[in-house]
């Protein structure tokens, strides 16, 4: 069974520095999706960024980078140059490629930028 | 990208009656829609997966009785939380799977939530 673990509850980053979120994942299907998502408190799920497992290469959205080391089964979310307003909660999360399988998410980390 | 709209965003009801929330694929076709609900401080929790034109499946502990799921389209899905009682206050999210076959893994789009609080 697939699973998602972020061993973070909460985090504290000054502003304009960079901050890691950590994520490591188990599954035994050989493909699949990782994602990351923020949730502020008005509740909606702002998809981040996406590694497939056979991408080759780190994907890259803007700010954010997922550093995706396969064999350590870890995805972590590397947020660059903070900001006040990337105070929210992040959830790690997987979806296996067989079948119509719905996203598994991890437990979040709460990430609080101060000025 | 593609767009999911759920509707309402947050709903007051009182105790013993029931409630329906809506999950619409507004520019695409979403065969298999997921419906999720998380508790304050807590992480998404799948509570069934529909498909559409199919009975819903449920996740273990999750009653089927109480929450009535509905995919009788495309794009619309249906939750109705039945005799809704102050312990089903939550936040209920749905997530569509859309039909993007160069991108299937990540097809996956979620509405904006709804914040059910039942007095």
């Known amino acids: 069974a697939q699973k998602i673990t972020q061993t973070q509850p909460g985090m504290f980053v000054q502003e304009k520095e960079a901050v890691t979120l950590d994520c490591t994942y188990d599954?035994?299907?050989?493909?699949?999706?990782l994602f990351w998502y923020k949730q502020p408190s008005s509740g909606e799920m702002i998809f981040l960024i996406y590694?497939?497992?056979?991408?080759?290469q780190n994907a890259t959205e803007g700010r954010y980078s997922l550093n995706f080391q396969k064999a350590r089964k870890s995805a972590n979310l590397v947020i660059s140059a903070s900001q006040l307003g990337d105070s929210a909660m992040y959830f790690c999360?997987?979806?296996?490629?067989?079948?119509?399988?719905?996203?598994?998410f991890g437990k979040g980390t709460r990430l609080s930028v101060i000025a | 990208g593609a767009v999911v709209s759920q509707h309402p965003s947050w709903v007051i009801c009182k105790s013993g009656t029931s409630v329906k929330i809506e999950c619409r694929s507004l520019?695409?076709?979403?065969?298999?829609m997921f419906w999720y609900r998380q508790f304050p401080k807590q992480s998404l929790m799948l509570m069934a997966t529909?498909?559409?034109?199919?009975?819903?499946?449920?996740e273990q502990g999750v009653e089927k009785d109480k929450f009535l799921i509905n995919h009788a389209s495309l794009t619309l899905s249906t939750l109705t939380v039945t005799s809704a009682h102050p312990e089903d206050s939550s936040f209920y999210i749905c997530?569509?799977?859309?039909?993007?076959?160069?991108?299937?893994?990540?097809?996956?789009?979620f509405g904006q939530g709804t914040r059910l609080t039942v007095v």
């Open positions: 599954t035994s299907d050989p493909s699949y999706g």
């Open positions: 529909s498909n559409e034109g199919s009975k819903a499946t449920y």
């Open positions: 999360a997987m979806r296996e490629a067989s079948g119509n399988t719905p996203l598994v």
């Open positions: 590694q497939g497992s056979y991408d080759q």
């Open positions: 520019d695409f076709q979403a065969t298999t």
């Open positions: 997530s569509a799977l859309g039909v993007l076959r160069q991108a299937f893994l990540r097809s996956a789009f």
